[in-house]
């Protein structure tokens, strides 16, 4: 028997195993994949922004060279193909309900958006197809659009489903008594702040390849998405009427999502209809001007802030009025995003007796609006901890004694927001203190006279957050107007030589789940790591899942291969017991091994395995030979990470630019199973939200137009535009789930915004300066420096 | 999006607006314009060939005369559609006046203007300066043109 040297099990920074492959560019995404005899498509878009559609002529297309297809919207309609659907609805305060629009694959008699699918184009080349489209003649009779969303429901109604443009008008939390929270504090705190609109920008523009076989009249989809099993229900269910099992969906190596690859977008499905109709396979790659256009964006709220203090600066109540701009219809995560994933995280870290929240959303003729990392909950987190720290400075308190004071005290876990949601568990102070030492916090106020003497205005700002992830329970989810299951699935295949196959309802596109998985069960196992192979993405291999976002892989898929092990050690225990001629309760296993306890016989983890494939002494009358278990977790609770962070920030006077000279992270996410694939996610969290602070602004204009629809006019965070991150935690392992782990994927975009915003208005607070709205781009800080010394000369 | 500018021609009104009127002499005034052709009193069909940023596009169109006020001015109302780069709209107020003692005139413009598509995807933020300098080229040549004219 060999000796296991070795086991990658959980808290070891094993270096990613999936890597090798995406390093030296040998990872096999959709568009890498090619069928026979396929042809492209490709979609001819609506440049105005709302209008009716008088007429199309697809006469010179269809005769195009190489053209096999043009379809527009009445193909469609002839063929009843549904649209995509929205997967989470909230009730109003009138007691009316989210109004659901639909939304054609391709548009029928209106578009309403820059980027409105009007017909596809289907032809044996991409460029034969690009050629043919703009043959299409098109007459549009044009309509003010609607882009201004807090002034939407002046604007011209963009469906008739939609009264006022207003989708919802949502509440949480109990009014009155908020109302009269304010009324009688000593102090009440305003701040009205926004948040800028962002375009997700995958490094992967979405792409999708459907093939169908009229033989067994089935079709398979390879596609872009975080959640291969979700797109096979809606397609299947929804749009296109038949059952799941003649639909296999592929998501393959994906390049990034962020949230923008949940939804089922109506390229695929066209893609899927199509490889139907014309009998070929039907392939179609987003270039990214097509992304910029047509991926849902992110963000894009208003959030008017009530903060109400006692006379010992203690808040007894928060009131935010929000408008939320979600496009030109709704998709799939579109309602659940500024409602319930925002307005339940609007106590933060924080004791708050008294919250109310109303969410207005709103159609505009623009892209749809969805889940961008984060979610809903950076929106939240930004205002929250802009006016927290906004009401420490009007009170005459240090930031993070403010926070310090108001913080829910450690031992009221389990704590009962009044919005809705119970914290499990958290320690907030740790946090707080650990990251002021790492940024040297005590000693800022040094290197802010240094960095004057330097002609430099130095800033320190934090931001104490606190994320809701991993949503669940089902029941719950389903009583918020939730339309879909919250657990996740595993199956844990144990082959006869011992090595695994890990089937996963979760889906990786760049988390690191083929290493983090194998470690979990090399763990629970005691065997080495690379015996280990997970197997994701395919709804012919893996057990119906729900895929991942909102940074549940982890705790929920992590702890459903827990569950499954559990299972197959349970079963390997009845196996060993067999053949070591002992009682099961006897049996103890340990470091991969199968032992009687106080004596010295034992059987390996591979022999168990041998025997259940092998089952020539086995206990065969009582338990089925294999070894192979599935486990579907639904969490009891959602998971509540928490962590502060501290931007300092240099700005020049000279040029407005803003120099992000040190951060300090210091998060709770549990239990690590992987530190460092846990710190990777926490820069590029931050570097996201880095992005947002300084950088991106999604902006349309008056007609509907999108200025920034390429890298020369949307600004992406770059290596030098970023610190050197310092990165700590503190750990208060989840309550709830086996291996006490919370999600770590959204986190940096959530905390570091407000962070960094409260930095650059510290660093100019000498000058006056109260607010900064995102992105503080150069030009914009140097004229609130331009502004405030102008004011100063009067 | 709105461009206004003025120009100092050293001519007579009259001169300028014959010119103003004549197709093919405005054709030779605009060296990225492949077609201009006079359908009617009012109308004119152009081609144009342009490149904005990254793009190069060629824009076919039509343009319409109103508010013709001989020899003080004219709104010049046009559309064009530049296939896959997208489509652009708008009109220029033009307006003459002289100056009676130098016998120059100013030509002053106020163009209100729309893009669509690519063009205002990718060339938004190029297409004032774009304008302002097609317009520099314009009446350079423009003026050029004529004092070439008066010589030979």
Same mark, same amino acid.
């Given at each position: 028997m060999n000796e296991v040297t070795k086991i990658d099990g959980i808290g070891s920074s094993v270096r990613r195993t999936e890597d090798k492959k995406f390093l030296t560019g040998k990872g096999r995404y959709t568009d890498d994949i090619n069928r026979p005899g396929q042809v492209q498509a490709y979609f001819l878009r609506s440049d105005v922004a709302h209008a009716e559609i008088k007429s199309i002529d697809t006469k010179a297309a269809q005769s195009a060279p190489g053209v096999v297809g043009v379809f527009t919207g009445a193909d469609i309609a002839v063929d009843k193909v549904g649209g995509p659907i929205c997967g989470w609805v909230v009730p109003c @305060? +009138?007691?009316?309900?989210?109004?659901?629009?639909?939304?054609?694959?391709?548009?029928?008699?209106?578009?309403?958006?820059?980027?409105?699918?009007?017909?596809v184009v289907v032809a044996e080349t991409m460029e034969q197809a690009k050629s043919a489209a703009e043959l299409i003649d098109v007459d549009y009779n044009e309509l003010t659009p609607v882009v201004d969303f807090v002034n939407a429901d002046k604007g011209a109604q963009i469906h008739e489903e939609v009264p006022?443009?207003?989708?919802?008008?949502?509440?949480?939390?109990?009014?009155?008594? /908020?109302?009269?929270?304010?009324?009688?504090?000593?102090?009440?705190?305003?701040?009205?702040?926004?948040?800028?609109?962002?375009?997700?920008?995958?490094?992967?523009?979405?792409?999708?390849?459907?093939?169908y076989d009229s033989l067994d009249e089935s079709y398979t989809l390879h596609t872009t998405s975080q959640n291969p099993h979700l797109t096979r229900l809606v397609l299947a269910a929804f749009m296109f009427a038949i059952p799941e099992s003649k639909l296999r969906v592929i998501a393959p190596d994906v390049g990034g999502g962020f949230g923008s690859k949940i939804y089922v977008y109506i390229e695929e499905a066209v893609c899927v209809w199509a490889s139907k109709k014309i009998g070929r396979p039907v392939k179609w790659t987003a270039d990214r001007t097509q992304a910029f256009l047509t991926d849902c964006h992110g963000r894009d709220h208003v959030n008017d802030v009530q903060l109400a203090l006692d006379e010992n600066n203690k808040i007894i109540g928060l009131r935010v009025d929000t408008v939320c701009n979600l496009g030109a219809y709704l998709s799939a995560?579109?309602?659940?995003?500024?409602?319930?994933?925002?307005?339940?995280?609007?106590?933060?870290?924080?004791d708050i007796p008294a919250i109310y929240t109303n969410v207005k959303g709103m159609a505009t003729n623009t892209v749809n609006v969805d889940a961008y990392r984060g979610a809903g909950r950076p929106e939240a987190t930004y205002l929250l901890e802009r006016t927290m720290e906004t009401a420490a400075k009007e009170v005459g308190m240090d930031p993070a004694e403010f926070r310090r004071i108001n913080f829910i005290p450690k031992d009221a876990f389990p704590y009962q927001t009044q919005v809705a949601l119970q914290y499990d568990i958290g320690d907030y102070e740790?946090?707080?203190?650990?990251?002021?030492?790492?940024?040297?916090?005590?000693?800022?106020?040094?290197? @802010?006279?240094?960095?004057?003497?330097?002609?430099?205005? @130095?800033?320190?700002?934090?931001?104490?957050?606190?994320?809701?992830?991993?949503? &669940?329970?089902? &029941?719950?989810?389903?009583?918020?107007?939730?339309?879909?299951?919250?657990?996740?699935? &595993?199956?844990?295949?144990?082959?006869?030589?011992?090595?695994?196959?890990?089937?996963?309802?979760?889906?990786?596109?760049?988390?690191?789940?083929? /290493?983090?998985?194998?470690q979990i069960v090399a763990d629970k196992l005691g065997i080495p790591m690379e015996n280990v192979e997970v197997i994701h993405g395919d709804t012919d291999k893996t057990p119906f899942g729900m895929g991942s976002y909102g940074s549940r892989s982890l705790a929920s898929g992590g702890s459903a291969i827990s569950k499954a092990v559990d299972k197959i050690i349970n079963k390997s225990k009845k196996i060993a017991a067999h053949l070591l001629e002992a009682s099961e309760d006897d049996i103890d296993f340990k470091d991969g091994k199968f032992v009687v306890g106080g004596t010295d016989k034992e059987k390996a983890f591979g022999e168990i395995a041998l025997a259940a494939y092998v089952p020539h002494n086995y206990p065969l009358e009582t338990l089925e030979p294999g070894l192979e278990e599935n486990a579907f977790y639904d969490p009891t609770n959602f998971?509540?990470?928490?962590?502060?962070?501290?931007?300092?920030?240099?700005?020049?006077?000279?040029?407005?630019?803003?120099?992000?000279?040190?951060?300090?992270?210091?998060?709770?996410?549990?239990?690590?199973?992987?530190?460092?694939i846990v710190e990777g996610q926490v820069h590029g969290g931050i570097a996201q939200g880095i992005g947002q602070a300084l950088l991106e602004d999604a902006h349309y204009d008056e007609n509907g137009q999108l200025l920034t629809a390429s890298y020369m006019?949307?600004?992406?965070? @770059?290596? +030098? +535009?970023?610190?050197?991150?310092?990165?700590?935690?503190?750990? /208060?392992?989840?309550?709830?789930?086996?291996?006490?782990?919370?999600?770590?994927?959204?986190a940096g975009a959530i905390a570091s915004p407000p962070a960094l915003i409260n930095a650059v208005i510290d660093a100019l607070?000498?000058?006056?300066?109260?607010?900064?709205?995102?992105p503080a781009t150069p030009q914009k800080v140097w004229k609130a420096i331009q502004e405030s010394q102008s004011v100063a000369a009067e | 999006m709105e461009i206004k500018d003025s120009y100092e021609l050293p001519l007579p009104k009259e001169r300028v607006w014959a010119a103003l009127n004549d197709e093919q002499f405005l054709k030779k005034s605009i060296p990225w314009c492949e077609k201009l052709e006079r359908r009617s009193e009012t109308e004119l069909a152009a081609e144009v060939k342009l490149k904005i940023g990254p793009m190069s596009t060629r824009f076919t169109g039509n343009i319409t005369l109103s508010d013709i006020d001989p020899p003080n001015g004219y709104t010049i109302t046009g559309s064009g559609k530049g296939g896959i780069a997208g489509a652009a709209s708008g009109s220029a107020r033009v307006k003459l006046i002289e100056d009676k003692d130098t016998?120059?005139?100013?030509?002053?413009?106020?163009?209100?203007?729309?893009?669509?598509?690519?063009? &205002?995807?990718?060339?938004?933020?190029?297409?004032?300066?774009?304008?302002?300098?097609?317009?520099?080229?314009?009446?350079?040549?423009?003026?050029?043109?004529?004092?070439?004219? +008066?010589?030979?």
């Open positions: @305060r +009138d007691g009316s309900s989210t109004k659901e629009p639909p939304h054609p694959l391709l548009a029928q008699g209106k578009v309403r958006f820059v980027g409105d699918a009007v017909a006022n443009n207003c989708y919802f008008d949502w509440e949480l939390g109990d009014e009155g008594a /908020t109302n009269k929270a304010i009324e009688r504090a000593a102090k009440v705190v305003k701040l009205s702040v926004r948040n800028n609109r962002l375009v997700p920008n995958a490094m992967e523009p979405r792409s999708a390849l459907a093939e995560f579109s309602v659940v995003v500024p409602t319930i994933l925002h307005g339940t995280l609007l106590s933060g870290q924080y740790p946090h707080l203190d650990k990251a002021m030492e790492m940024i040297d916090y005590s000693n800022f106020e040094k290197r @802010r006279a240094e960095a004057a003497k330097r002609g430099m205005y @130095r800033g320190i700002g934090m931001s104490s957050y606190i994320e809701a992830c991993g949503l &669940a329970p089902s &029941a719950v989810v389903g009583a918020l107007g939730g339309r879909v299951g919250q657990w996740e699935s &595993a199956s844990v295949r144990v082959n006869p030589t011992g090595t695994i196959s890990v089937f996963t309802g979760s889906h990786s596109h760049g988390q690191g789940h083929a /290493t983090t998985f194998a998971v509540f990470p928490s962590g502060t962070h501290i931007a300092e920030v240099e700005i020049d006077p000279a040029t407005g630019v803003v120099e992000v000279v040190d951060w300090a992270a210091c998060d709770d996410f549990g239990n690590l199973v992987n530190p460092m006019d949307y600004c992406m965070p @770059r290596a +030098d +535009d970023l610190p050197s991150f310092k990165v700590g935690y503190t750990n /208060t392992p989840c309550t709830h789930n086996d291996l006490g782990v919370k999600g770590c994927g959204e607070s000498p000058l006056g300066v109260t607010d900064m709205s995102m | 016998l120059s005139t100013t030509l002053s413009y106020e163009v209100s203007a729309q893009v669509k598509g690519k063009i &205002a995807q990718l060339g938004s933020r190029l297409i004032q300066s774009t304008a302002k300098k097609l317009s520099k080229n314009f009446f350079g040549s423009f003026v050029k043109q004529l004092e070439d004219m +008066d010589k030979s």
